[in-house]
């Protein structure tokens, strides 16, 4: 189950190490421990720049996915897709949220993995129902005992 990593930003807030481990972790709890994954950090200036040019919005976003997969119900080894987050508006989400860094990341982590399988909360409500459900699952499953919340909550 590879996960691949990398960053535009330095120095990093969070050691890659500690993102590979959480990372893993969670195609683990989602059933995907055979497909690979990659994970871009940025900066909101390069973020703007892919946002604006895959959903055509001029301002940066926290999470951004991009599914490789034609099928990302199949449990079948493939390469799941792209997941790009913003430290600068991770962090100050965090902050507003009044969460470390790092759980923050992993409720980002959680929120772009879950589109990579397949669900969308732009769709409607019910898809909205259906994805906070999931990632309330995988956040419980990935954090423990501690209580995070979905972003599309």
């Not at 199949?74 to 390469?79: D, F, I, K, T």
């Not at 994805?131 to 995070?148: F, I, N, P, W």
Request: aromatic share 4%.
């Amino acid at each position: 189950m590879p996960v691949l990593l990398r960053s535009e930003v330095k120095p990093l807030p969070v050691t890659l190490a500690w993102l590979k481990k959480t990372a893993t972790a969670l195609l683990r709890h989602a059933d995907r421990k055979h497909c690979e994954l990659s994970i871009l950090l940025v900066d909101d200036s390069r973020m703007t720049e892919l946002n604006t040019t895959y959903r055509g919005i001029n301002k940066p976003t926290n999470v951004l996915s991009f599914p490789m997969a034609d099928d990302p119900s199949s449990p079948a080894p493939h390469l799941l897709g792209d997941i790009v987050i913003s430290l600068d508006t991770a962090a100050r989400e965090a902050l507003a949220c009044s969460m470390t860094l790092e759980d923050y990341i992993s409720v980002l982590l959680v929120h772009g993995l879950v589109h990579l399988l397949g669900y969308d909360h732009e769709l409607g409500e019910d898809d909205a129902e259906e994805m906070t459900a999931r990632e309330k699952e995988l956040l419980q499953q990935l954090s423990g005992a501690k209580v995070l919340a979905p972003l599309s909550e």
